[in-house]
């Protein structure tokens, strides 16, 4: 079983920068794809970014459309840990963020269905 603790989140201005993290613990996976999804009140748990290696020297970065150019997600691989840089927040970025995991390579973004293991959630909220 994979235990993912996350950190960071918090409140910001619009135009701000947050940094979220995540670790996982106890069972971990030679490939995997590790990232984030949100959530608001009332709707679905949406995909923001992913990372994911197969074991060799390379890893692959797959965003959602609303966050490209703004968020960067990067990882130790070997330690089974990533963090999210956000930049120029906006209002609509707040939400519930999740940190992911799922056992497998992925070479596109996956649904929330897909994922194995979820932490226990970090909220965000950006101020206008």
């Known amino acids: 079983q994979v235990l993912l603790v996350e950190s960071g989140g918090g409140l910001v201005q619009a135009g701000g920068s947050l940094r979220l993290s995540c670790a996982a613990s106890g069972r971990t996976f030679g490939k995997y794809a590790m990232g984030w999804f949100r959530q608001n009140p009332g709707k679905e748990r949406e995909f923001v970014a992913a990372i994911t290696w197969n074991g060799g020297p390379t890893s692959y970065a797959y965003y959602a459309d609303s966050v490209k150019g703004r968020f960067t997600i990067s990882s130790d691989n070997a330690k089974m840990a990533m963090s999210m840089q956000m930049n120029s927040l906006k209002p609509e970025d707040t939400a519930v963020y999740y940190c992911?995991?799922?056992?497998?390579?992925?070479?596109?973004?996956?649904?929330?269905?897909?994922?194995?293991?979820w932490g226990q959630g970090t909220q965000v909220t950006v101020s206008s």
């Open positions: 992911a995991a799922d056992p497998s390579f992925w070479t596109s973004p996956q649904p929330a269905s897909r994922i194995r293991a």
